[in-house]
């Protein structure tokens, strides 16, 4: 029977932030492994597989071996309790085994000839008395077969791992890297891990939900408050990534799969090794640093390597729900866990308390504003709340099209009558003629000849100074203007594009 004694006399868990000694198995079909990269006074690798609720564990001074037939000496150590098969972190200064540990890779393993786990884990326990285990790994990295087998005159914790001679042998790995977060050895620790695991603790267990995003209310000017914390105002498509072991979804606000329209952000999630939940906004960013949120709904015409998914924001992670956590450690989590080698995934970072002067510095690069957010504010899952706040320096408003006003010109149509919600009734805002082009309105004319209707959405006809043709309020389009008039309508409206994130009925003034 397994037990973890020896693991717990080795160690003082108050001080380093290895798992507790708990005996458990996992839920998959097939028992897992993993192999850790350990910086101790020594660099070394320790091979773990998972039997009878523990992690039988050897520590190989040379790591695995990976030619046909090579050999290297594998120390048997104590038992691991199973949550270390994902332990990466720094082990502090004076501490047993104090050092960076990697997980080098990680994945399942069977038994030779077993039929499934239970099989498995009684062939398992026959080769362990016998000191001969022969196992097939199906990791990030290693696949095919090892042999463990025991020394019979020496020290009888001294064994031999051998590499069979199979269609895995021979190949190149990538040894520096982390299987897990994609991080060097190097770039593991300072401490950081261990607070990390800290914040965590404090987050309840739970089943992955589907959130609704935290929406933001608007400030009329920028304020500086050292509880506050400032970040750009992307301009895009807000989006929530579901990641799990199956499946890796980017969701829009209006539960549209942004997979096929975003493929580069969508693989990337496959570099997240661990279940979570982000929080951030899609951007197109032209050669100038600079998002354009015109060019999102052309994203398949465009070069996908312009694309950016900026995330803010962490809700779930590895089995805990973070909604109640403070937004700055939500944040601190996110930074830490995010995989090193992304390309199109970045972290939307932030200054403190300095909100005036960060405004003025998007005023000077003609960004579209700030978000001002409380630095211990929870995750107020589908509410527009006080504690985010948006300020803009150019003004923008959602829109329904509601019809079009007849032209001899730019293919009939004139310009876009546009509403919103106010008060459970769709009322009118303004009309633009100005931010498309010709090609455009060719394919948004096909678009709205197949949503006429002979009534207004408007219960007061709005005046137009030409006739008007009516559609379904059901598109949704981005406006920029100066500001509104005493009647509620939009001075000197520009269109930016159309909005396939939303529902009509998310549209409010």
Known sequence: MSTLTEYNKKRNLQRTPEPKATIKTSDSNQPIFSIQKHSASNLHFDLRLEHDGVLKSWAIPKGLPLTASDKHLAIMVEDHPYD????????????????????????????????????????????????????ILSGKKLCGEFALVKFKKKEKNEWLIIKKNDECANKPVDDIHSALSSRTIEEIGNGNDFEIEKILAKAPKSKMLQIKPTLAKTAPEPFSNKEWIYEIKWDGYRAISYITDDQKNLISRNQINFNNKFPKIAKELDLFSKNCILDGEIVVINEEGKPVFSELQNSKSINQSRIFYYVFDLLYFDGKLLLSLPLIDRKKILKAVLPKRLSQIRFSDHIVEKGIEFFEIAKQQGLEGIMAKKCMSSYEAGTRTSDWLKIKNIQTQEAIICGYTKSSKQLGIGALILGAYKNNEITYIGHTGSGFNSKFLSELRIRLDKIKSIRSPFKILPKTNDPAVWVKPIIVCQIKFTEWTKDNVLRHPVFMGIREDLNASQVVI
């Open 84 to 135: 270390y098969w994902n332990f990466e972190g720094e082990i502090p200064e004076g501490s047993y085994g104090a050092g960076k540990v990697m997980v080098w890779d990680y994945g399942h393993y069977r038994m030779i000839n077993s039929r499934d786990k239970l099989d498995s884990e009684q062939k398992f326990e026959e080769g362990l008395k016998k000191g001969h285990l022969s196992v």
